[in-house]
């Protein structure tokens, strides 16, 4: 689990600001850097991705910014709303393998 | 509807008892997965059955065994359970072992005492 780090482990923002979440790895081998959304009581579920060619991939409010110098990357959340209240884990992986390496996760609290 | 569906959803053991986990899934994908979560640590994996009778060892397999007799059907067995096996316990499958994108189950969270 090592190989994975997040920050902060608990982030809460107010309605409208912007939440940074922080993801750094080790395996200089990981190409692919989803990021799972998780509601309490339900599983994970892939909000976005980026693969290692790209530094940048953005959907809706959504945006990951990729450093593979420095191997890390951040999940930014734009005009983050109450719904977007969860917790959130880095799940790289290596096209070898596509065996997912979770974080540990940061958990989100976006209050109105 | 694509979905993954777990049996059951809440589930009280007495150490040494047997249990089984059962995972369902009805979109034909060919791997499946087994994690366990913990608060703090993330998911970790426990099995990849990559088709029906073909199943490798993830991350953290001692103390736990599975079986695939069905490509829609795949179990979590733990014989005789121990306390530190209380846990979240989820499934996951993807259509092939090439494909990204993993699609989980709702959880079961299994008590031990």
């Known amino acids: 689990q090592q190989q994975v780090r997040q920050s902060p482990q608990s982030l809460t923002v107010w309605e409208g600001e912007t939440a940074i979440l922080n993801c750094s790895y080790e395996d200089s081998t990981f190409n692919y850097f989803p990021w799972y959304q998780q509601f309490p009581g339900e599983g994970p579920a892939l909000l976005i991705s980026i693969r290692s060619v790209s530094d940048k991939k953005e959907d809706g409010r959504f945006t990951i910014f990729f450093n593979k110098r420095e191997k890390k990357l951040s999940l930014h959340i734009t005009d983050s709303q109450p719904g977007d209240s969860a917790t959130y884990f880095c799940?790289?992986?290596?096209?070898?393998?596509?065996?997912?390496?979770f974080g540990s996760g940061t958990q989100l609290t976006v209050m109105p | 509807d694509m979905k993954v569906t777990q049996m059951p959803r809440y589930l009280i053991k007495r150490m040494g008892e047997n249990v089984l986990l059962e995972c369902g899934q009805d979109m034909s994908h060919e791997t499946m997965y087994w994690y366990r979560q913990d608060p703090g640590l993330g998911l970790q994996l426990i099995y990849i059955?990559?088709?029906?009778?073909?199943?490798s060892e993830g991350d953290i397999p001692k103390g736990y065994r599975v079986s695939r007799k069905k490509r829609e059907h795949f179990s979590l067995i733990l014989d005789s359970a121990k306390t530190n096996q209380t846990s979240v316990y989820f499934c996951?499958?993807?259509?092939?072992?090439?494909?990204?994108?993993?699609?989980f189950g709702p959880g079961t969270r299994l008590t031990v005492l």
């Open positions: 059955s990559y088709d029906v009778d073909s199943n």
């Open positions: 799940a790289p992986a290596s096209s070898g393998s596509w065996q997912l390496i």
């Open positions: 996951a499958s993807t259509p092939g072992t090439h494909y990204a994108e993993q699609f």
